[in-house]
Structure formats: C-alpha cells, structure tokens
C-alpha cells in the first residue's frame, strides 16, 4: 500500500469510501437514540400525569369515599375528583387539557387503581371515554 510516492488514489478512494460509511452509519444511530430519548421524554410526562390522577384517587378513597370496595370496578371520574377540592391539573406537553378517569376495585384486600387519560396526542390503552 505504501511505497516511496506515497498513498496511490485507489488507496486514498477506499479509506475515504470506509470513513464516509462509518459516518453515515453514526449518523443513523444519533439520529435513532435522539428520537427515541424525545419520545421517553414525552411518554414519561404522561406516565407523570396518570401518577397525579392515581395520587388524587388515593386520598379521594382515603378521605371521603363511603362504599365498601368489591371486585367490580368502581369509575371515578376527574369531575369527581375536582368536586371533593382534590384539583388535578392534566395538561400535556403542548399546555392542552386532558380528560382522565380511574377505575378502582379491591381483590384480596388490595386496592388497584388504574388510572386513564386522554390529550390530543396521547390516550391511555384501554381507554374508554364513556367513563369520564
């Protein structure tokens, strides 16, 4: 490869096709790890939101829910929650409001609560907006 003139063109054409290769390829997967990052930083603004409505749900049945909880799911909507004072602010990334609900049932002796939301661009799987 190398000899007394120096680097040859088919030499300096190859290592110049190998570096541009390696570029492109390192630019590929920049570009994949910054969409993918932007998309966990905005599921995880809305996983924050479906924590405020299950946060607002607990103290709800803590302070003044009356029934006994069963195995049937009990729905309690955001209008509920905001009648009792417990306010909870869902607004996503674009300052829209969202709509929510939590369904909430006890099975042996353990209270599950699942929260739901909805925004412009984002909705809870399984959510149903007749339950608001």
Do not use: H
Not at 74 to 80: D, F, H, N, P, R
């Amino acid at each position: 490869m190398l000899n007394k003139k120096g680097w040859g063109l088919k030499e300096m054409l190859l290592l110049s096709g190998l570096l541009a290769i390696f570029l492109f390829i390192a630019i590929f997967y920049i570009y994949i790890l910054y969409a993918n990052f932007d998309k966990d930083v905005i599921n995880k603004q809305y996983d924050n939101l479906e924590n405020k409505l299950k946060n607002a749900t607990e103290v709800y049945l803590d302070k003044y829910y009356e029934d006994t909880l069963t195995n049937d799911y009990v729905t309690i909507s955001l209008k509920v929650l905001r009648a009792y004072g417990l306010d909870v602010d869902l607004y996503d990334y674009n300052g829209e409001p969202c709509n929510g609900y939590v369904r909430v049932n006890k099975s042996k002796a353990i209270v599950n609560i699942e929260p739901y939301i909805s925004c412009e661009k984002y909705e809870t799987s399984g959510y149903e907006s007749w339950r608001e």
